[in-house]
């Protein structure tokens, strides 16, 4: 943390105190490197995760569509202020385990892939655009393509001896990819943050789009 | 949600404990240090009991003090039955992941919307849940090692674990924390319904 300059103050005048930047720095430092040990694989299981904890929490980290999605939902929560920045990350895990549940019964749901590239695509533009939308709307958007991740999950879980302490590492993980989206949104409170993030969501919606044509071709 | 509805909800999952018991292998993870601590630390490393006293600890958090301290005693004291009941009875081990997946959804859903769960409905669900859950363990640790002091120790983890989390979720409420109560309720119901489609997979999907 040597030799760090302050950052702008927020828009509302009051500088971030030092602990609140070294706390969002970290966090971000945290997020990159998550995101560049991760390999480039599309939400399929490697076919050796066993059973267990770890396998479970290494499963919504094996494809780099997942962490894009999950990421972006936090952020956008984050840019989105209360009640947004916690219901959204509380509403995607439980309408994740709905698709999860649906593809682990054995229910087929077509255009899952494209579904998926298509949720960091919309997300992608609503963290680059900075959009307000009802919560209700927030929500919804968020809830249907939490189904197409969850299912795309279900229909991969390996079949494992204790699927208890697979499902709470699945979860715990996914809880974890939000946070860290939050952890990053937390930079929307400076000027230099906001322009930031908004190339984020850019990132964001190219990788979407690259994904679309991978599932589409 | 009214009393009546949630009550419903309970009754329901807790029937499928009574109807879904399906015999297992022993198991009951040993610390080293003897029959006792074997059975302390059995709800910690178990996570079937762990998130359900988890769930229903955010769920007394709500009602304040009060509600934890009744809670407590009315899980134990449950607990303590089902565990000294089935240690007598069982000839084997007992387990019931549906029964538990819908009770573990059941309580993360009441958490995450935080139900007004009333102080009595509340004491009656966690002797319940606190006796079926007592039961499994019960008939586990008769299966284990067959020692007295297991199930006294379960009894022990049972009651420090509760005592611990009910404090730190009136704790957590009262600082105007209860956002965290609530995605964890998020969490548990989201682990209930993957581990409920996970046992279904087994019936409903052809293997292979």
């Not at chain 2, 379960?154 to 674990?161: C, D, K, P, Q, R």
Request: charged share 10%; glycine share 14%; net charge positive.
């Amino acid at each position: 943390m040597h030799g760090r300059t302050s950052l702008p103050p927020s828009p509302t005048g009051r500088a971030p105190s030092a602990g609140v930047q070294a706390r969002a720095q970290a966090v971000f430092v945290t997020a990159v490197a998550v995101g560049a040990s991760t390999p480039t694989a599309l939400a399929h299981d490697t076919g050796n995760a066993g059973a267990g904890f770890v396998s479970g929490m290494l499963h919504p980290v094996s494809g780099f569509d997942h962490i894009a999605a999950m990421i972006a939902v936090g952020v956008w929560g984050a840019q989105l202020g209360r009640p947004a920045l916690w219901v959204l990350p509380v509403a995607f895990p439980l309408v994740m385990a709905i698709g999860g549940f649906l593809g682990l019964i054995g229910v087929r749901l077509p255009g899952v892939e494209i579904g998926i590239a298509l949720s960091a695509v919309a997300l992608g533009i609503m963290v680059m655009t900075e959009a307000k939308p009802v919560l209700a709307v927030a929500i919804a958007m968020v809830a249907v393509f939490a189904v197409f991740h969850g299912h795309a999950h279900g229909t991969e879980l390996p079949e494992s001896q204790s699927a208890i302490v697979y499902s709470i590492g699945f979860v715990i993980a996914t809880g974890i990819l939000h946070l860290v989206g939050i952890g990053i949104g937390t930079i929307h409170r400076w000027d230099r943050g906001r322009i930031a993030l908004r190339g984020l969501g850019g990132a964001i919606l190219a990788t979407g789009f690259v994904f679309l044509w991978n599932a589409l071709t | 949600m009214s009393a009546r509805t949630s009550f419903g909800m309970a009754i329901t999952a807790f029937g499928a404990i009574l109807c879904a018991v399906q015999p297992a292998s022993a198991h009951l993870v040993s610390t080293e240090l003897g029959p006792f601590y074997d059975g302390a630390a059995h709800p910690l490393v178990t996570p079937d009991d762990l998130l359900t006293i988890l769930g229903l600890a955010a769920l007394a958090a709500f009602g304040g003090p009060a509600s934890g301290r009744r809670l407590l005693v009315a899980l134990v004291v449950g607990w303590s039955v089902g565990l000294v009941l089935a240690f007598g009875l069982a000839h084997r081990e007992w387990q019931a992941p549906i029964a538990t997946a819908c009770t573990l959804l059941v309580l993360g859903v009441a958490t995450l919307l935080k139900v007004p769960v009333p102080t009595l409905l509340l004491v009656a669900v966690g002797a319940v849940i606190g006796l079926a859950r007592g039961a499994l363990n019960g008939s586990a640790a008769r299966m284990a090692d067959g020692q007295w002091l297991s199930i006294v120790g379960i009894a022990a983890g049972v009651f420090a674990l509760t005592c611990m989390s009910a404090a730190l979720g009136v704790v957590l409420e009262k600082r105007g924390w209860s956002i965290a109560l609530r995605v964890g309720g998020s969490w548990i119901a989201a682990i209930g319904l993957l581990l409920l489609g996970w046992q279904l997979r087994t019936m409903l999907v052809p293997a292979g």
